[in-house]
């Protein structure tokens, strides 16, 4: 981390997509018409409304893109709201990035991926997804297990269909928590849903979603035969200030800023209860 990374840039909003009732995809760049910073598959970065307050969220488009930057943002709160009412051409500042990215050139490069998603937790994995598309020489078989509460709750649920489903090496499994109507595709929890699929164990996993859907996801992973060393996730919902100066996200000895947000499932399992 340099001074840089402190450093907030004004960027403007230059597309607004509405992905969910209540996710909406936030398109950016400097007023210069660049990306405001580079960085890797997993790394978050501050916004913020000047007067209403900043918030620290994933940066979901690949570093290939280098056109400009995404980030997918889910109404919950205060922050949330106000970020939901902006228009193209309005003015944000975002700084960073900020914590520990995937692996994807040393421990997943090589290797067979299988991402299990649940709900906005598609977000920052969207990012690798992507980045193992544009270096698909890089990498072996790929396999997305993704579920949200409904169908109209499945997040980037037009690229799923228009690029992932039909990408080389590409496999995408859905499915929604309950029956509706319209929906042709398997219903069923996320953690039912890997296991019904019994994916192969050689697989490097990378899953992110709700904390109660990751404890029973990884708990079927180790029922099927993973070990801990082959799952990684990511905790940056735990991320405040995001250099290691607030404390407010420390677990036990880490910073979830400065170790994290990506962790290695055995690397958490050193962690004391409160995780």
């Not at 978050?44 to 969220?57: D, K, R, Y």
């Not at 404890?215 to 405040?240: C, H, N, Y």
């Amino acid at each position: 981390m340099n001074s840089e990374t402190l450093i907030p840039h004004p960027v403007v909003v230059e597309d607004v997509r509405i992905d969910t009732p209540d996710v909406k995809t936030f398109r950016i760049l400097t007023r210069e018409g660049k990306k405001p910073f580079d960085h890797l598959p997993g790394q978050c970065a501050m916004i913020s409304i000047p007067g209403v307050g900043e918030g620290m969220f994933s940066i979901t488009s690949s570093p290939t893109n280098r056109a400009c930057m995404e980030f997918s943002i889910k109404k919950c709160g205060h922050l949330t709201n106000w970020l939901h009412m902006l228009e193209p051409g309005m003015e944000v500042t975002v700084r960073g990035p900020y914590g520990r990215p995937f692996p994807v050139e040393e421990d997943l490069r090589g290797h067979d991926l299988l991402f299990i998603a649940g709900g906005i937790g598609l977000a920052p994995l969207r990012s690798v997804i992507n980045y193992v598309r544009d270096n698909r020489e890089n990498y072996g078989e790929v396999q997305i297990i993704y579920g949200a509460r409904s169908k109209d709750d499945l997040v980037d649920y037009a690229e799923i269909l228009d690029e992932w489903q039909s990408a080389p090496g590409f496999r995408v499994d859905l499915t929604i928590d309950r029956e509706q109507e319209g929906w042709e595709g398997h219903v069923g929890f996320v953690p039912n849903y890997v296991k019904e699929l019994d994916p192969d164990r050689a697989k490097t996993v990378l899953v992110c979603g709700p904390p109660i859907m990751i404890k029973f996801t990884v708990q079927g992973l180790s029922d099927l035969g993973f070990a801990p060393e082959q799952i990684w996730t990511t905790m940056e919902l735990r991320m405040k200030c995001g250099v290691g100066k607030c404390g407010r996200c420390n677990i036990g000895a880490k910073y979830v800023c400065k170790d994290g947000p990506v962790f290695r499932y055995d690397e958490l399992g050193e962690l004391p209860d409160e995780y």
